[in-house]
């Protein structure tokens, strides 16, 4: 069974800078896993930020971004803001439309 | 503006049978891929499986293959997940989101607000 890995928690500071990471049990994260990127806050439906990669939405914020790094997916955000607190999650492509969500982020900012 | 719009909170038994929709708006509905996720109380997100409009080509998570189907109607635009028997373990959010695919690219972009599936005897 394929597990995507992600940070279970971050902390950082208002205007600080923070990478989130997602990780394949199969090996390295290529654009090939077409990464997105998800952010959902308490009691919301979750709201896309990235797709394939580093591709944004028209309504994601210019302070997020995402890469490959390290063989993983990442999801950077530069110049944190306090409504960024919230839970992150990355969904990884296994090909035949099979896909696979990361257990998820919580982002503090304190 | 595109929309996705799921049917209302659920509170079923045991072993009842359920049918929760999608129905999207404001853009060509077979043109794009639905899948579903599930989302339990307190826990993350979870894939279940994914139908493609056009053709109803539809592909399953090996986790929830045989324990829901998921289907959808063209003619109005809505997409389906369903349920025959349901256990408790079933109570959770269930969330429908757009794809849109090429080889090139892949975007899960727009979501529905969720229903709220609640099984309790």
């Known amino acids: 069974q394929t597990v995507v890995t992600q940070e279970p928690s971050l902390t950082v500071s208002p205007g600080g800078t923070v990478t989130l990471t997602c990780a394949s049990s199969t090996g390295a994260v290529t654009s090939g896993y077409y990464p997105n990127w998800f952010q959902q806050k308490p009691g919301q439906a979750p709201r896309a930020l990235i797709y394939?990669?580093?591709n944004k939405h028209s309504w994601t914020p210019a302070r997020f971004s995402g890469s490959l790094l390290g063989g993983k997916a990442a999801l950077t955000l530069s110049g944190v803001q306090p409504e960024d607190e919230a839970e992150y999650y990355c969904?990884?492509?296994?090909?035949?439309?099979?896909?696979?969500f990361g257990g998820g982020t919580k982002l503090t900012v304190l | 503006e595109v929309q996705l719009v799921q049917s209302g909170a659920e509170v079923k038994k045991p072993g009842e049978s359920l049918k929760i929709s999608c129905k999207g708006s404001?853009?060509?509905?077979?043109?794009?891929?639905i899948g579903w996720v599930r989302q339990m109380p307190g826990k993350g997100l979870e894939w279940m499986g994914i139908i493609y409009p056009g053709d109803s080509d539809t592909r399953y998570s090996p986790s929830f293959q045989g324990q829901v189907t998921i289907s959808a109607d063209k003619s109005i635009s809505t997409a389906y997940l369903q349920w025959s028997s349901l256990k408790a373990s079933d109570t959770a959010m269930y969330y429908c989101?757009?794809?849109?695919?090429?080889?090139?690219?892949?975007?899960?972009?727009?979501w529905g607000q969720g229903t709220l599936v609640t099984v309790s005897s």
């Open positions: 969904l990884l492509y296994y090909g035949g439309a099979q896909q696979v």
């Open positions: 989101v757009r794809r849109d695919y090429s080889g090139s690219y892949s975007n899960f972009d727009y």
């Open positions: 404001g853009y060509s509905f077979t043109s794009y891929w």
């Open positions: 394939s990669t580093s």
